[in-house]
């Protein structure tokens, strides 16, 4: 039986389930039993499918998503799980979070107070998580008595339902700590100041992907785990040692032509290429609009049963072009290696933290690059 990405695209992004469940699991044993994990699919869960990836952790506590759009396709998957949104969400989408049953963050006080009226209207509850801007400066209650006040005046408003407070730490996948710390000591003050005006605490939950695997002091109720899952880490400075990843993304694609070409003809658009050899020129069925970015052009390599394919030529929209010259026998569709298991790995072809560092850039980046068109097959 024929796949999707055999009917409908001949490049796709592959995800091994068992990989993926495999980083799940390194978390939950990382953080106990006790530890709630509020699983960050973000960004389509860093580029692999935020509702495909709900349904395989299913195991998870909770959800975390960036945007309103997000939380409805992982809503039809997960449709009794909390769904908290991160980010901003105008007025104009409060009536669907409501109505959905997804948590919004508060960082406001007007905000709060719209939310509140516009579930009154309703005659439901919205259910919140307080905010805290402990160093960020991005979105959050500054943490001082002032907002203490604005906030235990907020959490008592009548329609709405504060499940949790959080904050969201800046420095913690470097190697100095002390900016963590820092934050973390504003947070715990400001918690302490919530406490003096007998506001009941919600789930604490402040732990991302490289505090979890650095600082296990600050896991607290809840931790919001997200790269981790896709099987790597968000910096050279994090530790390996305490959470084991699988990495479980490769970008893949089906040889679409095999041409001979003669030596000293040019390959691509402006001919930034001419043949120095008579040439086997393949088909790659992948340009800079899925994410495969142009500044690849005559530095990059796909594999192809291990065999180092070099691109040639300047990476198109849609397609470019790949040197196998000395790849024996090519077949028409046979399977190419886009993005792999590393350059010393089974397939040869380099994998997501190579081709990050190649770009100058972070495995969330590369990732997150991917295209929607590119399909996500889940084996």
Not at 55 to 66: E, G, H, I, P
Not at 182 to 209: C, E, G, K
Not at 224 to 240: A, C, E, I, K, W
Request: charged share 25%; net charge negative; with cysteine.
């Amino acid at each position: 039986m024929k796949t999707m990405y055999d009917i409908h695209r001949d490049a796709w992004l592959e995800i091994d389930t068992a990989s993926l469940k495999h980083n799940y699991m390194e978390v939950r044993r990382a953080v106990g039993e006790n530890t709630k994990i509020c699983a960050v699919l973000k960004a389509q869960c860093y580029g692999m499918g935020g509702a495909q990836v709900a349904a395989v952790l299913t195991d998870a506590d909770s959800f975390a998503v960036a945007v309103l759009s997000e939380a409805l396709e992982v809503r039809e998957v997960a449709p009794d799980k909390e769904i908290l949104i991160l980010g901003y969400v105008s007025e104009a989408g409060f009536e669907t979070a409501i109505e959905n049953d997804i948590t919004l963050p508060g960082y406001i006080p007007e905000m709060l107070e719209k939310l509140n009226e516009t579930a009154s209207r309703m005659g439901k509850k919205a259910k919140v998580h307080i905010k805290v801007n402990s160093g960020m400066n991005r979105i959050g209650f500054m943490p001082d008595e002032e907002n203490a006040d604005i906030v235990a005046r907020c959490m008592q408003l009548p329609n709405i339902d504060v499940t949790g407070i959080f904050t969201h730490l800046a420095t913690a996948d470097e190697a100095d700590k002390s900016g963590t710390r820092m934050q973390m000591a504003r947070f715990d003050a400001f918690l302490d100041m919530l406490r003096a005006r007998n506001v009941a605490i919600p789930t604490v939950h402040v732990a991302n992907s490289p505090t979890m695997c650095d600082m296990p002091e600050y896991y607290r109720d809840m931790v919001r785990p997200g790269v981790l899952f896709t099987g790597y880490y968000s910096s050279d400075d994090v530790s390996r040692d305490r959470i084991h990843l699988k990495p479980c993304v490769k970008l893949k694609a089906r040889l679409g032509n095999i041409m001979s070409v003669k030596k000293g003809e040019g390959i691509g658009y402006g001919f930034t290429d001419y043949l120095e050899r008579d040439s086997v020129i393949g088909l790659l069925p992948i340009g800079f609009s899925d994410g495969f970015t142009r500044s690849f052009s005559h530095r990059f390599y796909v594999t192809i049963r291990g065999y180092k394919c070099p691109i040639i030529g300047n990476i198109c929209m849609d397609h470019c072009m790949i040197d196998i010259t000395d790849l024996p026998a090519p077949v028409l569709g046979e399977e190419i290696v886009v993005y792999g298991d590393g350059v010393n790995g089974a397939d040869g072809a380099m994998n997501i933290a190579e081709v990050a560092e190649m770009r100058g850039t972070i495995v969330d980046e590369v990732l997150t690059n991917i295209a929607a068109r590119v399909p996500r097959v889940f084996v």
